[in-house]
């Protein structure tokens, strides 16, 4: 076969021989495309940001099932029962050993507010009226012996219907009401100390149960949320025939003989 070179110099006969009829006719200068996906190169996917939703939690419910919240609760109304039966136990002897019912006394002068008809019961009532041994009996004897030995010695005397007999019996009853009264003022200072002390002992136990709540802290599970950031793992390089020059010529002989293209131009 005889081979022509072309007006431009270039050998086309060789090509053209190999071109189907009809077919098409590829550009042997052109560069062949190389249907092979190129690696790409091992490029990590950018970290990931997890943020877990957040609701705020129900505090009041948190702390009303705190354990050390329920059992200071239960100690302090323990507490504040015990404190409550040892005032009013304080309050009925204090009644008893005075020898007076509290009817005969304003509840806001023994310090106590509302109805004590709980606390001064009548059978305390009665005890305190019929305890031969309380203050009010003992200054009433005092009183009756008294006004007795001032009458006997005057009317030893011949004066017993003298003014020096008034004026004794004037003294002693101006003795025995001052008797009274000083009784009364000591009663009223242990009641107002028994109350002093119930109500200071009720603000201790007012401010335990205050300092728990202020130094109440949550629980790690109710606090804010937690971000994570994880960074995954690279992806693996995509197939396809490597770079490498070496490497392409195969499959690019391969392409084209398929296109039939003349190997060794």
Do not use: C
């Not at 005057?154 to 003014?163: D, N």
């Not at 201790?204 to 149960?209: N, T």
């Not at 202020?214 to 949320?225: E, L, Q, V």
């Amino acid at each position: 076969m005889t081979t022509r070179r072309s007006p431009g110099g270039s050998y086309l006969g060789g090509i053209a021989a190999s071109v189907p009829v009809g077919g098409h006719v590829p550009n042997p200068l052109a560069a062949p495309s190389n249907p092979y996906t190129p690696n790409t190169p091992n490029t990590p996917n950018p970290p990931t940001t997890t943020t877990t939703n957040y609701t705020p939690p129900d505090y009041a419910a948190l702390i009303a099932n705190d354990p050390a919240w329920i059992q200071l609760q239960a100690d302090m109304k323990a507490q504040g029962i015990s404190d409550s039966a040892s005032r009013t136990a304080a309050q009925q002897r204090a009644a008893i050993q005075f020898g007076e019912a509290p009817s005969a006394l304003a509840p806001s002068e023994l310090g106590l507010t509302g109805d004590v008809s709980a606390v001064y019961d009548p059978t305390v009532a009665a005890a305190a009226h019929n305890n031969p041994f309380s203050t009010v009996s003992r200054l009433s004897q005092a009183h009756t012996d008294a006004i007795r030995t001032i009458t006997n010695a005057l009317a030893a005397r011949g004066m017993l219907r003298s003014g020096e007999t008034g004026f004794q019996l004037g003294n002693e009853t101006r003795n025995y009401g001052t008797g009274q009264y000083d009784a009364r003022q000591k009663l009223l200072d242990y009641l107002s100390g028994i109350q002093s002390a119930f109500i200071s002992a009720a603000q201790a136990r007012q401010s335990a149960l205050t300092n728990f709540l202020t130094n109440w802290r949550p629980p790690p599970t109710a606090g804010p949320p937690t971000t994570t950031t994880t960074t995954p793992t690279p992806t693996t390089p995509g197939g396809g025939v490597p770079q490498d020059p070496d490497q392409n010529l195969p499959a690019l002989q391969d392409y084209r003989s398929q296109q039939g293209i003349w190997q060794g131009f």
